[in-house]
């Protein structure tokens, strides 16, 4: 059994020096608090598309963080033409006006074709399959009524401190916005 | 004793030692770094899209169609131009904004009329009234500019974008209510032109998008597109449907995309002028509809076809092309968006047989 | 129902906004063309809207994390149990790591920090200022208990040790310093706006979400596969909120002790540690003025601290072009402005292209904010450089400063407080029962000071 030695003075130097470095971390700590008490805030935000700046270059399937990218197309109806001719769901010179996999734009088939009523069809994007990559939009926006634009879907994003697809955007179109409002749609008056 | 336990056991020459190691370890990461970001604008910004839509080979015209040739031009005044025609003395009546200039065949301003609204729909009558239609309603002016008559709105949800005026009647197009109205000169109701109606064989217009254009023909018929139906219809001024032509085709003979052709205009022969959006061309069609030459190609408005079509400002329209023929048959091209006027006359000696 | 209602109520916040933002070139929202009359009494569906996670899960986070910090200093200093740490640490690998995918996450805190000081339009999470907050101020007091069992990148590179060897001291020395310059980097670039790096090359958050680009998969597969055998790689050589822990712990109150009782200096605790934290007992020489040779160099250090840190400074401001091209809109005028520019090829659309386009639709508000842009970074590198310059200095004062110790102990700074030390004590086994305490081995002598070589000065 060995003795214990002996004690050392109940504060040394040290012991003093480290409390008030201590007692100054907190400080410190507690400044920022306070400088950041008025920015901080509950109501956290996050990255939506604005789709009047999107230029549809299709980085939005290929930069995002995750495998399938949290970008998604989007559908306001009320914008729709209903075509028959959907240049958002056919390829530009189609076989025929049928759900054909050759006559779809879409890579991934994420558009369904209802018939409703001569000779309106609806479209609808299946969120599942939809890889975001702005083809249909383009189709949509370029000879349509750009009822399909892109929109970051809030239940698949992550949320990254910097949006990995925002960071290269060539439209510039990410941009923070309020948790509560999560999206950008397009919306009509009439 | 390990040397980590004591690192204060140091000679010069192993400090300086040391330290170039460090520095120079730290020199290769800056370098890395600074290498990093110099090669950050790398060739994932000059790939192409790997989603692009590919229009391909039908953003370039065939030379030999084109039959037209760009004489002269001009820049509207005003923003935002929609329509374009000529009056009975030969002006070129513009409306762009809320105006309506009129302008002699160089361009220069003669005169202008206010409005209180943008107008979408142009029609001159020969004895020198100006009928402006606004989203909803129509305004008669004499040659003078005086407005003389505001009619009544039409029924329904009107979204007036055609207008042709003939001796005795007005035809409206209004694409809200998918439907040309027909009006005395007064302003009274007459008849409705075009609605569905299976016992009249007519199918209706389709218009996802607000263009619906009316003609008066020189056979005395009246042109209107259809453009969800990619076709250009006729109908007697009592709504008997006579005939369509047309075909749905990205291909230069046809109307591309899901609504064309937008506009139209009528050569002073009766062959009809078509314009397109999307693929932004003018193309003419002989009196049978077969496609005949082609006035402008893609390659003429590239900022027009670069715009997109639906992303519209209030009336709906952000990229499409207007004409207009005046009494010698020159087409007088307009780009809504560029806002520029391309005066076309046939190349010479290469005018193809109607 | 309610969901509808909801929904509906969404949308109306949406068109609101909507009208906000887009309303600047158009006075309210769009009047659009109607879809047609459906005669089959067709509806227009609504767009569908889903949520993103709820504010409550945010804060449940949170609380799981002070709760972690919390029973992590209960494991390291009570119950000084390595299996409870490991468990622990186990929990925070699947909660944190592989079920919130690395986001939130402790080391890429202290930029949302930065950029909310210094961008009063970012409105800085709750979540993210608790996480850059809590385990700091926990480590002032109780050391890097974070690092032992609440963050899940160091609990995944702990998991993968299999067999460490020891960095040569010159090497640990040296490549400490890189996460204070990655610390710094990544706060100048953040307060800047310009880039969230730390976030962008952590190599571990693509492997908890097993997705991510190639070059960082392989990183983080490459930081895995050196961390069998050199414990905690990024944490030790990478991890700027590691370093921030780091300056944290050197003054905490408590510390990681191997010994539970007091040191007998047996040296079994010597190799314990896999990061190289031990430090063994160094005597003082008994007369000061052995040292004479060291307090000149340290003289001269200190002296030379100013120069370091002005050189740094230059070099940063020297180095800010560069660091602008981080920064998209810097990067995108300059390739506006470029000279050589070769004109795109019409019909291909590239993101180069599309970009230049709009620049090319507004090139003064373009360049200005590129200026705008570059003048902050400018500013932000010569504090950057500075910094630099003071961690290098710092780092080589810290070298030539002798201090006795009389125990085996870890350094506060470097110990991860993972417990893996504690069952090498003789003392601690006797705590334990492990052993009776008759077996104890006894106390050695302190070593004797070692001299500096006065062999080679010449001076
Ligand atoms: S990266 Fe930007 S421009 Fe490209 S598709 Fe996505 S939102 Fe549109
Ligand atoms: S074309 Fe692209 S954006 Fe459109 S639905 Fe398919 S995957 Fe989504
Ligand atoms: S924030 Fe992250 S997850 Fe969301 S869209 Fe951007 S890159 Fe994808
Ligand atoms: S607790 Fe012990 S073994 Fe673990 S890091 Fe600290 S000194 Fe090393």
Same mark, same amino acid.
């Given at each position: 059994m060995n003795p214990p030695p002996q004690k050392t003075s109940p504060l040394s130097r040290r012991q003093f020096f480290r409390a008030g470095a201590r007692v100054a971390g907190m400080t410190g700590m507690g400044l920022l608090c306070g400088i950041l008490a008025p920015r901080a805030s509950a109501r956290t935000t996050v990255w939506q598309i604005d789709p009047a700046k999107c230029?549809? %270059? /299709?980085r939005c399937a290929t930069e995002c963080v995750l495998t399938q990218s949290a970008v998604k197309c989007f559908h306001t109806h009320a914008f %729709? /033409?209903?075509?028959?001719?959907c240049t958002g769901y056919f390829?530009?010179?189609?076989?025929?006006?049928?759900?054909a996999a050759e006559n779809q734009l879409c890579p991934t088939a994420a558009i369904r074709r209802t018939y409703i009523e001569d000779p309106y069809y609806e479209y609808a994007i299946d969120e599942t399959l939809c890889i975001g990559c702005a083809k249909c939009v383009e189709g949509c926006n370029r000879f349509g009524n750009g009822s399909l634009y892109l929109q970051v879907s809030q239940d698949h994003c992550l949320n990254c401190n910097e949006c990995a697809i925002g960071r290269v955007c060539p439209g510039d179109a990410f941009r923070r916005i309020p948790i509560d409002h999560p999206y950008l749609l397009k919306t009509t008056s009439h | 004793m390990s040397e980590l336990s004591q690192p204060t056991r140091v000679t010069r020459r192993r400090f300086l030692w040391q330290g170039i190691a460090g520095a120079s370890v730290l020199g290769v990461m800056g370098g890395l770094a600074v290498r990093a970001v110099r090669s950050r604008q790398g060739a994932e910004d000059r790939a192409p899209n790997p989603f692009a839509y590919e229009m391909g080979h039908f953003e370039?015209?065939?030379?030999?169609?084109?039959a037209y040739e760009r004489v002269a031009g001009f820049r509207c005044p005003r923003p935002d131009p929609r329509r374009l025609t000529f009056d009975a003395r030969g002006r070129l009546c513009l409306a762009a904004g809320n105006y309506v200039s009129l302008l002699d065949t160089a361009g220069a301003t003669l005169s202008e009329i206010a409005l209180p609204g943008p107008a979408r729909a142009l029609a001159a009558a020969s004895d020198g009234t100006l009928y402006v239609g606004l989203r909803q309603q129509i305004l008669a002016f004499d040659a003078q500019g005086q407005r003389r008559a505001t009619w009544d709105p039409p029924p329904g949800k009107p979204w007036l974008t055609g207008l042709a005026v003939s001796e005795t009647d007005l035809f409206a197009a209004d694409a809200g209510n998918r439907v040309i109205h027909r009006y005395d000169r007064s302003g009274k109701p007459l008849g409705r032109i075009g609605e569905r109606n299976a016992d009249r064989n007519v199918a209706g217009f389709v218009l996802p998008s607000p263009f619906l254009d009316v003609e008066l023909h020189p056979d005395g018929l009246l042109r209107v597109n259809n453009p969800g139906r990619h076709r250009v219809e006729a109908y007697t001024v009592d709504g008997h449907f006579e005939l369509a032509w047309g075909k749905a085709t990205a291909a230069i003979e046809g109307f591309c995309g899901c609504c064309n052709p937008i506009n139209l205009a009528v050569l002073p022969d009766g062959r009809c002028v078509t314009c397109e959006k999307g693929l932004p061309r003018v193309k003419v069609y002989d009196l049978h509809g077969e496609f005949e030459s082609v006035v402008a190609g893609v390659e003429a408005f590239p900022e027009n076809a670069k715009a997109g079509a639906g992303d519209g400002m209030t009336d709906g329209v952000k990229a499409g092309l207007d004409a207009a023929v005046d009494a010698t048959g020159r087409i007088y091209v307009l780009d809504m968006v560029t806002g520029d006027v391309h005066v076309m006359a046939n190349k010479p000696g290469q005018a193809l047989a109607g | 129902m309610m969901n509808q209602v909801k929904r509906r109520k969404e949308l109306r916040g949406a068109a609101w906004l909507w009208a906000l933002g887009w309303g600047l070139g158009r006075s309210v929202a769009e009047q659009r063309f109607p879809p047609p009359d459906f005669e089959s009494g067709y509806q227009l569906p609504l767009t569908q809207t889903p949520a993103p996670r709820s504010l409550l899960l945010q804060y449940v986070d949170v609380g799981i994390l002070a709760v972690a910090l919390a029973l992590a200093c209960y494991l390291v200093y009570r119950r000084r149990s390595r299996t409870g740490v490991l468990a622990l640490s186990l929990f925070s690998l699947v909660y944190f790591g592989f079920y919130r995918e690395g986001c939130i996450c402790a080391i890429g805190a202290p930029q949302n920090v930065a950029l909310a000081l210094f961008d009063s339009t970012y409105a800085l999470p709750l979540t993210a200022a608790a996480f850059f907050l809590l385990p700091l101020a926990v480590a002032l007091f109780a050391g890097r208990t974070f690092c032992a069992a609440v963050c899940p990148q160091g609990a995944l590179q702990d998991l993968v040790l299999l067999r460490p060897v020891k960095v040569p001291a010159w090497l640990e020395q040296g490549l400490s310093v890189i996460p204070f310059i990655f610390l710094g980097a990544g706060l100048a670039l953040a307060a800047t706006g310009s880039a969230f790096v730390i976030c962008r090359y952590d190599p571990f958050v693509p492997l908890f979400r097993l997705s991510g680009s190639f070059m960082l998969l392989l990183a983080g597969g490459l930081f895995l596969l050196l961390g069998m055998f050199v414990g905690r790689p990024y944490c030790r050589f990478l991890c700027p909120y590691g370093a921030l822990l780091r300056l944290a712990s050197i003054v905490s109150k408590w510390r990681v002790r191997i010994t539970p009782d007091y040191c007998t200096r047996c040296q079994l605790c010597e190799t314990s540690c896999p990061f190289g934290a031990i430090r063994t007992p160094v005597a003082l020489p008994a007369n000061p003025l052995a040292l004479a040779p060291e307090r000149k160099r340290l003289g001269w250090l200190v002296l030379l601290l100013p120069a370091l840190v002005a050189a740094g400074a230059l070099l940063g401001s020297r180095l800010t072009p560069v660091a602008a091209k981080l920064h998209p809109t810097v990067a995108l005028a300059e390739s506006y402005l470029d000279p050589h520019r070769a004109p795109t090829p019409p019909g291909v659309q590239t993101p180069e292209s599309l970009a230049l386009g709009r620049a090319e639709q507004n090139p003064t508000e373009l360049i200005a904010s590129a200026l705008d842009v570059r003048r902050r970074l400018g500013t932000a590198m010569v504090w950057f450089g500075g910094w630099v310059g003071l961690v290098i200095g710092v780092k080589l004062i810290r070298l030539s400063i002798r201090s006795g110790r009389t125990d085996f102990e870890p350094d506060r700074a470097a110990c991860f407080a993972c417990a893996r030390c504690y069952l090498h004590c003789p003392n601690e086994r006797v705590r334990l029962g492990l052993m009776p305490a008759s077996e104890l081995p006894a106390i050695q002598p302190l070593p004797a000071p070692t001299l500096p070589q006065t062999g080679s000065h010449t001076t």
């Open positions: 230029l549809r %270059c /299709g %729709c /033409g209903y075509c028959q001719l390829v530009p010179e189609p076989n025929g006006l049928n759900t | 370039q015209t065939d030379a030999s169609l084109i | -």
